[in-house]
């Protein structure tokens, strides 16, 4: 049974950090891309991050490059999202998806707001 499950959202106030994880059970973590989207009340699900198998390479989003990071650890199935400098605009819900070929796997979501 394939699961992933996010964690680490929270409430932070604006110019602070979260870690997002994302724990994959249920498929060969290591032979899928990964990546974090997020979806804002009343928008479009976006890509946040991407980062290929090995992690040797990674994309972002023009609205977060230099604030997020992204990782993987192939050990221990995980997936992170290292998020710094957080604006009211990055309040969403967060994702992770797992792709290797059609097979595309989401999350249950993790909310993040960034609020005073």
């Known amino acids: 049974q394939v699961q992933l499950v996010e964690s680490g959202g929270g409430l932070v106030q604006p110019g602070g950090s979260l870690r997002l994880s994302c724990a994959a059970s249920?498929?060969?973590?290591?032979?899928?891309?990964m990546n974090w989207y997020r979806q804002a009340p009343g928008k479009e699900r976006e890509l946040v991050a991407t980062?290929?198998?090995?992690?040797?390479?990674?994309n972002y989003a023009d609205s977060v490059k230099g604030r997020f990071t992204i990782s993987r650890d192939n050990a221990k199935n995980t997936l992170y999202l290292q998020m710094n400098s957080l604006k009211p605009e990055d309040t969403a819900v967060y994702y992770c998806?797992?792709?290797?070929?059609?097979?595309?796997?989401w999350g249950q979501g993790t909310q993040v707001t960034v609020s005073s």
């Open positions: 249920g498929f060969t973590f290591s032979t899928y891309v």
């Open positions: 998806s797992a792709v290797f070929g059609n097979a595309n796997y």
């Open positions: 980062i290929t198998r090995t992690g040797g390479y990674t």
